[in-house]
Structure formats: structure tokens, C-alpha cells
T-cell receptor, first 119, second 112 residues
Framework: AQTVTQSQPEMSVQEAETVTLSCTYD???????LFWYKQPPSRQMILVIR??????QNATENRFSVNFQKAAKSFSLKISDSQLGDAAMYFC????????????????FGQGTILTVHP | DAGITQSPRYKITETGRQVTLMCHQT?????MFWYRQDLGHGLRLIYY???????DKGEVSDGYVVSRSKTENFPLTLESATRSQTSVYFC???????????FGPGTRLTVL
């Protein structure tokens, strides 16, 4: 079974600065997907960024980028030019590629990191 | 409205009562999921379904049952609620082709 670990329960950053959230995972599979989700106080789960394990290039979405280290099983999220609206709980998640099999594409989540942005 | 909805959004019940949380999606997605969110645990899978009448247990399924008679609905029932089932419950759905899982707005359940 796969496990996902977020070792930082809380992080803080000053507005306009950069912050990195850490995530490590454990799997015996060679191909999989990794995700970062944002959960603001509204509780809505919002997909921030996705990384396919077979791609060596790190995914980027505007101010959000990842540092994917497959050998180290590490998947960190970097938020540049932090904004007040980035304040939220962030979850790292894992999904097997064989989504049509018995896994059905279920997600395995980390414990979450609460990000505070100071003005 | 298109999307995935959950009802009720908030529910308070008492220990021992049966509670059903509803989930409805309008995309005709094949796969549907129920997760619970607890501080320190992130989201954990309760049950999932690949299609109507096909369901399977997740990692924290004890005390819960599901049904899926129609593709668009996936209700979750707590047969006899316990205080440990106080949580926020999320329903999600996923298309066979696309990789993204779409989440409902969540139901906050309190068991007294």
C-alpha cells in the first residue's frame, strides 16, 4: 500500500515571498500520479498541480511549481510571490496509474500542511 | 446545476442513530468515492465505486455502508453513528478518461 507523508503541519510566509511545502511518499509502483490540492476555509478541494511520474520535467502552473525527485520519492510544492489568497490547507496526494483496475483511481492523501500568509 | 453536490452540508445527530449522507453528480462519471477528513490524517478513503452496483471498501469502511443503484447517486450510510464518526465527509467523482478527481463541497457531521 502507498503512503504519503507531509511532515510540516504548519508553515507561514510573508506576502510576495516564496514558500516550499514538503511531501514524501512510499510506493513500489514505477508509474503513478502525484497531486497538490488546496483547501481554503470554504472546505472546497481545489486541484493546484499534477505530476505524472514518467515525466522528468517538473510541472508548473503560474506561481505554483513542483520539485519532483522520483528516486528520493519526494514531491515538494513551491509557491512564488505568495498572495493572501494562498492561505489554506494544502494536501499532497498519490494515485496509481492503473486507475481502471481495483484501485479505481482512488487518492491517498498526506496529513496536510496549513499555510498562513502574512501581509 | 452541473457538478457534484452533497446534502446535507451540516448534520448533528446522536450516538446510535442512522444517518445517510447524499452525493449526486451530473457528469455521469463512472467512478465515485467517499472520503472522511480528520485533523492529522488528511482525507481517508471510506468506500469507492466503479459503476452502478459495483462498490468496494476503502481503508476506513467499518460502520459505513454504501449503495449505488444509479450512476449519478452514491449515498453513504452510518448504520449506528458513533462519536468517532464525527468528521467532514467528501464525495468525489472521476471520469474514466480524465485523471482529475472532482470533489463535492463536503458535509460536516457531528455525532453527540
Amino acid at each position: 500500500a502507498q503512503t504519503v507523508t507531509q511532515s510540516q503541519p504548519e508553515m507561514s510566509v510573508q506576502e510576495a515571498e516564496t514558500v516550499t511545502l514538503s511531501c514524501t511518499y512510499d510506493t513500489s509502483e514505477s508509474d503513478y500520479y502525484l497531486f497538490w490540492y488546496k483547501q481554503p476555509p470554504s472546505r472546497q478541494m481545489i486541484l493546484v498541480i499534477r505530476q505524472e511520474a514518467y515525466k522528468q520535467q517538473n510541472a508548473t502552473e503560474n506561481r505554483f511549481s513542483v520539485n519532483f525527485q522520483k528516486a528520493a520519492k519526494s514531491f515538494s510544492l513551491k509557491i512564488s510571490d505568495s498572495q493572501l489568497g494562498d492561505a489554506a490547507m494544502y494536501f499532497c496526494a498519490y494515485r496509481s496509474v492503473n486507475a481502471g483496475g481495483t484501485s479505481y483511481g482512488k487518492l491517498t492523501f498526506g496529513q496536510g500542511t496549513i499555510l498562513t500568509v502574512h501581509p | 446545476d452541473a457538478g457534484i453536490t452533497q446534502s446535507p452540508r451540516y448534520k448533528i445527530t446522536e450516538t446510535g442513530r442512522q444517518v445517510t449522507l447524499m452525493c449526486h453528480q451530473t457528469w455521469s462519471h463512472s467512478y465515485m468515492f467517499w472520503y472522511r477528513q480528520d485533523l492529522g490524517h488528511g482525507l481517508r478513503l471510506i468506500y469507492y465505486s466503479a459503476a452502478a452496483d459495483i462498490t468496494d471498501k476503502g481503508e476506513v469502511s467499518d460502520g459505513y455502508v454504501v449503495s449505488r443503484s444509479k450512476t449519478e447517486n452514491f449515498p453513504l450510510t452510518l448504520e449506528s453513528a458513533t462519536r468517532s464518526q464525527t468528521s467532514v465527509y467528501f464525495c468525489a467523482s472521476r471520469d474514466r478518461i480524465y485523471n482529475e478527481q472532482f470533489f463535492g463541497p463536503g458535509t460536516r457531521l457531528t455525532v453527540l
